[in-house]
């Protein structure tokens, strides 16, 4: 019986290594949403016709999450594990942000994932299994000058992580974190120079790719990580150590 994994933000990026490393698991049908198709994304698409459906959607309208995911039940089934990996960063001084982009970051980062999650458990609980996982940030715990609303909002999903692995561990459900650091991704390409260079210093291993966070994330959802919730991974080189 295959198992049903949506992943959010799914189309390029950390997303995309997710979908690729989750593919590699024969009984799972991963559910792939995001707002447009790359061409990597596409490409895997064809190969993996029949395990990986592309769904489009901007998590920024909250209002249509509920159906989103009733849709997704109603065709494929109940859920086994959900992955909220979507994320917009929002660089630059709080005080010149506006008050539009501050409010799309935390729809996107923090409340879409709530409302996700809030649907799908339900599905979850007639199973009697599930897993979730967040994608967070070490900036979550470390701080960052100019991400500040960024830091927020990964802050507020390790907090909801933590509290709701209680609600939800008698019913054998995992809620856990992965926290990368930086990783060569769309999200960080505007960094360069020395703010870059100095990035790199921190990170005695080098800085990660996408594909070791994906592979922290494909462990969650296993059945070795049963016994582990409300926690936080920390993929990041060793940059925080």
Do not use: W
């Not at 490393?21 to 792939?32: E, F, M, N, Q």
């Not at 409302?115 to 458990?121: E, G, S, V």
């Amino acid at each position: 019986m295959m198992k049903n994994v949506i992943v959010t933000g799914a189309t390029r990026g950390l997303g995309l290594a997710i979908c690729a490393r989750l593919l590699a698991v024969p009984d799972y049908r991963i559910i792939a949403i995001g707002r447009s198709p790359s061409e990597e994304f596409s490409a895997l698409c064809v190969e993996h016709a029949e395990n990986l459906i592309f769904r489009p959607y901007d998590l920024a309208d909250l209002a249509g999450i509920a159906a989103l995911v009733q849709s997704i039940t109603r065709e494929f089934g109940p859920l086994y594990a959900l992955v909220n990996n979507a994320a917009v960063g929002l660089d630059g001084l709080l005080a010149t942000q506006h008050a539009s982009e501050i409010s799309r970051a935390l729809r996107v980062n923090l409340e879409s994932p709530i409302l996700l999650t809030k649907y799908a458990c339900r599905t979850m609980l007639t199973r009697g299994e599930g897993r979730i996982v967040n994608v967070s940030s070490i900036i979550a715990s470390t701080g960052f000058n100019g991400l500040s609303v960024y830091a927020a909002s990964k802050a507020g999903l390790e907090g909801f992580t933590r509290s709701l692995s209680r609600e939800l561990g008698r019913a054998k459900i995992t809620v856990n974190c992965v926290a990368p650091g930086y990783m060569e991704t769309d999200m960080t390409a505007g960094l360069q120079g020395e703010k870059l260079n100095s990035i790199r210093r921190r990170a005695p291993l080098g800085l990660p790719r996408p594909a070791d966070v994906a592979g922290a994330v494909a462990y969650l959802l296993s059945s070795e990580a049963s016994m582990a919730t409300g926690t936080v991974i920390t993929v990041d080189g060793g940059s925080t150590a």
